[in-house]
Each structure stands twice: as structure tokens, then as C-alpha cells.
């Protein structure tokens, strides 16, 4: 029972380290599309992304919406599937005009390399409740 004890404080402890990242990342994506940043947003994608998305692109995207001035992040959601574990963050995003909408954003959890935004256009117009 202990040994079990033992590796549930472990994986409690992972997955904190995992969500800590997670969201630093997260935020360090948004920041920069706020600052109009968006090469270095754009390095910030998971993989399943780029494939098939070009920065120009993302740019296009990005610049088509209206400037981001502030953004909160939600308490994320975890979710796995055959393409891995996500933390799924809902986020309002307030833009310079005062609108404001609730986004899913999702993260890719790697157990080799930080973690990675999958932010897509077809995701990012996913509603989630507040």
C-alpha cells in the first residue's frame, strides 16, 4: 500500500510540473500574438500543426482577428487520445475593442520536450464554458 501511495504523490507531482509548463507556455504564446510577435508564436506550435500550416498563414490568421489586448486562462482540462495528452485551457480573450470571447486552447504534453501549443483555426474557434 505504501509503494502505492508512494507513486500516486508521484504522478500528482508530474502532472503539477506538467500543467506549471503547460501554462507557461500557453501564456508565452499569447503574449507574443498580443505583441504582434508572431514568428516567434509561431515556433511556440506543436507539430500536428505546422504540418500543412505555414507561418504565413498563422500570420494571415492572427492579423484577420481583431488585437488581443488581455487574456485569463481557465483551469485546464486533461485529455488523452491515441495522439497523446493535451492540457485543454479554456481562455477569454479580450480584444483592444472591449469583445471578449471564451476559446479552448489545447497544449501537447511530451514526456522528451517541453510542451507546444496546438493552436489551429478550426481550435480556436472551439466555445468552452467559463
Do not use: I, K
Request: hydrophobic share 40%; aromatic share 10%.
Amino acid at each position: 500500500m505504501a509503494a502505492g501511495y508512494g507513486w500516486g504523490l508521484y504522478v500528482d507531482r508530474r502532472q503539477a510540473v506538467e500543467a506549471a509548463e503547460a501554462q507557461t507556455v500557453l501564456v508565452a504564446y499569447l503574449e507574443r500574438v498580443r505583441n504582434e510577435d508572431f514568428h516567434r508564436a509561431y515556433l511556440l506550435l506543436c507539430s500536428d500543426v505546422l504540418e500543412g500550416y505555414s507561418e504565413a498563414e498563422h500570420e494571415e490568421f492572427l492579423r484577420s482577428r481583431p488585437p488581443l489586448a488581455r487574456f485569463r486562462l481557465g483551469e485546464p482540462e486533461r485529455r488523452s487520445s491515441l495522439d497523446g495528452t493535451f492540457l485543454v485551457y479554456g481562455v477569454r480573450l479580450t480584444s483592444t475593442d472591449g469583445a471578449s470571447q471564451v476559446s479552448g486552447f489545447a497544449v501537447a504534453l511530451y514526456s522528451d520536450r517541453d510542451p507546444l501549443v496546438c493552436d489551429a483555426s478550426d481550435w480556436r474557434s472551439e466555445r468552452v464554458s467559463d
